[in-house]
């Protein structure tokens, strides 16, 4: 699908979805269909730069929350077994925001997908967390999960990297440095 395509779909490069069918429960890692009722958010790198999929393509990724122990931990370490979730998780994303983009399956010409181990292993984030912090609401660092904290009681320590946010990733390591530079200004 062009990027010209994709934009007539999403006017934005971010959509969230909250549309969570009835059964949905984020702590059921035991729910084999927990991915056909799970809210599906799209982005598309290639919408704020191009250059982020081939001419005349278009990027895009889907993304839910997860329980990190899902189907057994992902199969249990049966590395058949974990490729078939992941398929079948992939599948359901897919066909939920095919809802949104008619036609996006077919479109599709590489895909993978990144788990809670995924994360895991190349992060080494506890439970597979995405980005830094775990985005359980139970496990809260932070009162307000939205707010840069750079402070430590270090004088003049500073955190400017993903930590210092509760949902962490690049925009929060982003956001910390920023604010780190400000404080030192």
Known sequence: MSGEELGKYMKTPHVFTFNDKPG????????????????????SPSMVNPKHAPQGKSS????????????????GGDKEVYRQLKE????????S??????GLKECIEYKDAATPLTYER???????????????PKKKFY???????????????YIGSCWAMQIGGVPGALA??????????
């Open 143 to 157: 009162k307000n999960t939205m707010s840069v904290n750079i402070e430590t009681p270090v004088k003049n320590l």
């Open 176 to 185: 910390a440095a920023y604010q780190c530079v400000k404080k030192i200004k």
């Open 60 to 75: 895009l990724m889907l993304q839910t929350t997860v329980p990190y122990h899902w189907m057994n931990n992902w199969g």
């Open 88 to 95: 079948k998780a992939m599948a359901a994303m897919i066909g």
């Open 97 to 102: 925001a095919s809802r949104l983009i008619p």
């Open 122 to 136: 190349f992060t080494h984030n506890t439970d597979g967390a995405s980005s830094a912090w775990s985005w359980n």
């Open 24 to 43: 949905y429960n984020i702590y059921n890692s035991e729910d084999g269909e927990f991915f056909t009722k799970a809210s599906v958010s799209l982005y």
